[in-house]
């Protein structure tokens, strides 16, 4: 019987070409942000989902018995995202995990990033302590997690090594920072996919971590010699003393065509040495790795057969929406209850004289703007079946500062075993001019939110 398979991220680039290699292997369930018609392949079924949303993920997630999680918000889905995307990602893990623990769900893949031997966790790079990050909160609602650990997959389509392509391609002479000289251990595509197969429904694997790569060790300076060659181009490729990290994040989002939010976390995390440790070996099953000279061979072939996609719709959601998410540090180990209740009495008393609240037994909450009046700013309706002591819930049902009363949500919630709160508003439609939201209300939300935690600190220390 074929194992159910459901793949957060299965249009991006490791999703797309596992649908292509085993979709007749397993019943895959492909998870997208957009609806999906005119689907290639009728034995892949395709579901929306708002991964920001845990009843959405939780309904994404039912009849599945095995999930690949391939999630990396590099990228903003609203008009106005507040919000680092570490944090956003540490959001997104802890809903899968609870949409996945609620389903009995088997076991999570995630396909997460080598980390630097011998370097303190708080020294890492910000992306690749963030993928550290969810790697562990994807673990923490009691799922079977298995995380393998790469470097840069080698294969067709893949941003990583699209940047080292367009380099060589676009430039005659490479002039290489100091970071270019950092070891690693690439993996091809072909590798990486045997290795995720391998992983499936194999309890030898659960709650385990594996470092994959080949065992042929490059610097990136040496890729960009050895995928020179492979294309048959002559190039200058030198190394220089000094070259700041903020230069070459620009120098390789320009020359390398990728967005520089998607550059600069990456090119952060390259000055780590980044080979594979033989306490993380990946060991179960005996791969014939390919040479980096073969992967990019196979990268660059344009006769090889290509994953087919279909197509989505899009331009129905709603324009102007805004998404902020902001962590908070976790005062004494407190609930998510009691930080909800913190900020509703902080709030008012921060903005004495300037702002009244008034919370009915009914859960509503409203914020008025000096007096209480027929019409609050904002108001907030706490949705008590979906509320807990890790999540507190309330839907934006009202005040003349929303145009849309039925569409977003404000949330605190409890992650990482009680390490972390976070804050979010998801989906929130202003009514002021957007331009006129965006440099004011937009503006003292976040300076509001940094004081609250500034507040949630100082409640810390003085305990």
């Known amino acids: 019987?074929?194992?159910?398979?459901?793949?957060?991220?299965?249009?991006?680039?490791?999703?797309?070409?596992?649908?292509?290699?085993?979709?007749?292997?397993?019943?895959?369930?492909?998870?997208?942000?957009?609806?999906?018609?005119?689907?290639?392949?009728?034995e892949v079924t395709w579901r929306k989902v708002e991964l920001f949303s845990i009843t959405s993920t939780t309904e994404a997630l039912e009849g599945v018995d095995y999930a690949i999680y391939l999630i990396h918000s590099m990228s903003a889905s609203t008009r106005l995202n507040q919000g680092s995307f570490e944090d956003t990602d540490l959001l997104l893990a802890d809903n899968f995990a609870r949409a996945a623990a609620a389903n009995g769900i088997k076991q999570i893949l995630y396909m997460g990033g080598i980390l630097p031997k011998e370097v303190e966790e708080s020294k890492i790079s910000i992306h690749l302590r963030s993928r550290l990050e969810v790697e562990n909160t994807l673990g923490s609602k009691g799922?079977?997690?298995?995380?393998?650990?790469?470097?840069?997959?080698?294969?067709?389509?893949?941003?990583?090594?699209?940047?080292?392509?367009?380099?060589?391609?676009?430039?005659?002479?490479?002039?290489?920072?100091?970071?270019?000289?950092?070891?690693?251990?690439?993996?091809?595509?072909?590798?990486?996919?045997?290795?995720?197969?391998?992983?499936?429904?194999?309890?030898?694997?659960?709650?385990?971590?594996?470092?994959?790569?080949?065992?042929?060790?490059?610097?990136?300076?040496?890729?960009?010699?050895?995928?020179?060659?492979?294309?048959?181009?002559?190039?200058?490729?030198?190394?220089?003393?000094?070259?700041?990290?903020g230069l070459s994040k620009l120098w390789v989002s320009f020359f390398?065509?990728?967005?520089?939010?998607?550059?600069?976390?990456?090119?952060?995390?390259?000055?780590?040495?980044?080979?594979?440790?033989?306490?993380?070996?990946?060991?179960?099953?005996?791969?014939?790795?390919?040479s980096y000279e073969e992967a990019v061979q196979y990268a660059l072939d344009p006769e090889a057969d290509k994953p087919k996609m279909p197509k989505f719709q899009g331009g129905n959601e709603v324009r102007n929406t805004v998404r902020s998410i902001q962590r908070l540090p976790n005062t004494r180990h407190k609930s998510a209850i009691w930080v909800a209740n913190r900020y509703k009495l902080w709030l008012p008393n921060f903005f004495r004289f300037l702002i009244n609240a008034e919370e009915t037994n009914k859960g509503e909450v409203s914020f008025y703007f000096f007096i209480k009046s027929n019409k609050p700013m904002l108001q907030l309706t706490w949705i008590q079946d979906r509320s807990d002591i890790q999540r507190q819930l309330f839907y934006i049902s009202g005040g003349w500062l929303v145009k849309r009363f039925d569409y977003g949500w404000l949330e605190f919630r409890d992650v990482m075993d009680g390490k972390h709160i976070i804050s979010a508003i998801h989906e929130f439609v202003p009514r002021l001019p957007w331009y006129v939201y965006?440099?004011?209300q937009a503006r003292i939300h976040l300076w509001v939110m940094n004081r609250f935690k500034k507040y949630l600190q100082k409640f810390k220390e003085e305990d």
């Open 256 to 290: 390398g065509e990728t967005p520089y939010t998607l550059v600069s976390p990456l090119v952060q995390s390259l000055k780590h040495t980044l080979t594979v440790g033989e306490d993380l070996k990946f060991d179960q099953v005996k791969i014939d790795y390919q």
């Open 1 to 42: 019987m074929k194992k159910t398979i459901a793949i957060a991220g299965a249009g991006g680039y490791v999703g797309r070409w596992f649908i292509h290699q085993f979709k007749d292997k397993y019943n895959i369930v492909a998870l997208s942000r957009r609806e999906a018609y005119d689907n290639p392949h009728p």
């Open 143 to 245: 799922v079977a997690v298995t995380a393998l650990r790469a470097g840069i997959i080698v294969g067709p389509g893949g941003s990583s090594f699209d940047m080292i392509y367009n380099l060589v391609r676009k430039l005659p002479a490479l002039m290489c920072p100091k970071w270019t000289l950092s070891s690693t251990q690439a993996i091809s595509l072909r590798d990486a996919l045997t290795i995720m197969d391998s992983c499936i429904g194999n309890e030898e694997v659960y709650n385990r971590a594996f470092e994959i790569g080949s065992p042929e060790i490059l610097s990136y300076k040496g890729m960009l010699e050895k995928t020179a060659k492979v294309m048959g181009k002559k190039r200058w490729i030198f190394s220089v003393p000094v070259f700041s990290v």
């Open 438 to 440: 965006v440099n004011t």
